[in-house]
């Protein structure tokens, strides 16, 4: 599987922007980029995901880099409920590749202050 | 609803004992996943299901570990004479709806395993 790289921590004040960056510089044409994020105690929940245009839904906004080699997950305004640890992931979508493997890094700790 | 129940959410055993933790999906769906996240770390992959079929299986699995899923609906993970090194987050998921319909997964809570 290609592989993502993140920085291990990030800091946000409440109601600020957050721009998450994710390099994945050997990504394949057939690689979506897909993020998570683990709250404390909780299992990962799915966030968003795209394959080469931004995308946007109620939780945040995908920007993808032209090249695709980079991406960034937007907060648009960072409330402490945000604070988890969030993950950028590639899943291939070649044929009978099972969907839920999913290989996660070590991810970005953030912290939102209030 | 995609939701993903596990029981127990913690347990603490010792060293050699067995445990066995199940995944209850709350509405019927044909896969089913197990992974491990240790401290620090993010989730591992451990198996997967297809209905009662187990398609697939890490090299995580060591032969103490053995995951059912009998009638295609909830599904055990069973890890027989622990080690220490077992202590872990066991996490289920179950497919969910991502942008566009698009298949993602939904996660449990997880069952925390502390092994003395």
């Known amino acids: 599987d290609a592989k993502t790289t993140q920085p291990n921590s990030m800091e946000s004040n409440e109601e600020e922007p957050v721009h998450l960056p994710c390099n994945h510089s050997?990504?394949?044409?057939?690689?979506?980029i897909h993020w998570y994020r683990q709250l404390p105690s909780q299992g990962p929940e799915y966030v968003i995901h795209?394959?080469?245009s931004n995308v946007n839904n109620r939780m945040a906004s995908l920007a993808i880099a032209e090249d695709r080699k980079s991406s960034t997950l937007i907060l648009h305004r960072a409330t402490l409920r945000d604070a988890a640890v969030y993950y950028c992931?590639?899943?291939?979508?070649?044929?009978?590749?099972?969907?839920?493997?999913?290989?996660f890094g070590q991810g970005t700790i953030l912290t939102v202050h209030p | 609803d995609t939701g993903v129940s596990q029981n127990p959410r913690h347990k603490i055993t010792k060293r050699g004992q067995n445990v066995t933790f199940r995944c209850d999906p709350i509405?019927?769906?044909?896969?089913l996943y197990w992974y491990r996240q240790t401290l620090g770390q993010g989730p591992e992959f451990l198996t997967y299901?297809?209905?009662?079929?187990?398609?697939?299986k890490s090299r995580l699995l060591s032969d103490r570990f053995s995951a059912e899923r009998p009638k295609g609906s909830f599904s055990t993970l069973e890890i027989q004479r622990t080690e220490q090194g077992d202590s872990a987050m066991y996490l289920c998921?179950?497919?969910?709806?991502?942008?566009?319909?698009?298949?993602?997964?939904?996660f449990g809570a997880g069952s925390r395993l502390t092994v003395l």
């Open positions: 299901f297809q209905n009662e079929a187990q398609l697939e």
């Open positions: 998921a179950g497919p969910g709806q991502g942008i566009n319909g698009a298949n993602v997964l939904t």
């Open positions: 050997t990504i394949s044409g057939t690689d979506y």
């Open positions: 992931i590639l899943r291939n979508n070649r044929g009978g590749t099972s969907y839920g493997k999913l290989t």
């Open positions: 509405s019927e769906h044909n896969r």
């Open positions: 795209g394959l080469t």
